[in-house]
């Protein structure tokens, strides 16, 4: 689908304010994209190609670092990003039934989004708190020692919003 003037200027101003307080700097990319991609957890089409113009710098290059480093998304997701662990001593202390307890609850599959836009699941690498796995990371929190029942009380925190 192509992208429209409006869906352009929509974002335009946002994204600049965004890139000047970087002043530009490339180096900078990848934390100007973090913070593009705050409001709704994912780059629009239109807000790469803001990105670019406001850097000065190649579509392709955007581009190719929103969709190489998982912490970013070029497809819609939820308000809540929920990152499942999916490294070995996650796996072998319970992910798989923590996976399923969130497919299950959210009526979706990993990878997927609610319907409503509240919830993505994903996979994620370690995230460095073994000691306490199985673990996840909803946004910017993150949770240990999970079991199916504590996956029930930890999505109603979030239900109550
Ligand atoms: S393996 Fe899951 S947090 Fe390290």
């Known amino acids: 689908m ?20 970087y ?16 409001d709704n957890n994912s780059l629009s089409e239109a ?22 480093y998982s912490m970013y998304s070029v497809r819609p997701r939820g308000k809540y990003v929920i990152r499942i662990c999916e490294s070995a001593p996650c796996h072998i202390t319970g992910a798989q039934a923590v996976i399923r307890a969130f497919e299950q609850s959210l009526g979706i599959k990993m990878g997927e989004t609610t319907e409503d836009r509240k919830f993505t699941l994903e996979y994620t690498s370690c995230l460095g708190v ?15 020692n999970l079991t199916p029942a504590k996956v029930q009380e930890v999505l109603a925190t979030y239900n109550e919003d």
Not at 2 to 21: D, F, G, M, W, Y
Not at 130 to 144: F, H, L, S
């Open 23 to 38: 002043e530009a700097k490339e180096d900078c990319l990848l934390q100007i994209l973090h913070d593009v991609q705050a």
């Open 47 to 68: 807000e790469l190609i803001q990105v670019a113009r406001a850097m000065d710098i190649p579509l392709s290059r955007v581009y190719g670092v929103a969709t190489f």
């Open 130 to 144: 073994c000691g306490v796995a199985p673990a996840v990371m909803i946004n910017e929190q993150v949770y240990g």
């Open 2 to 21: 192509a992208i429209t003037k409006e869906q352009l200027e929509s974002v335009e101003e946002r994204v600049q304010n965004i890139v000047s307080v």
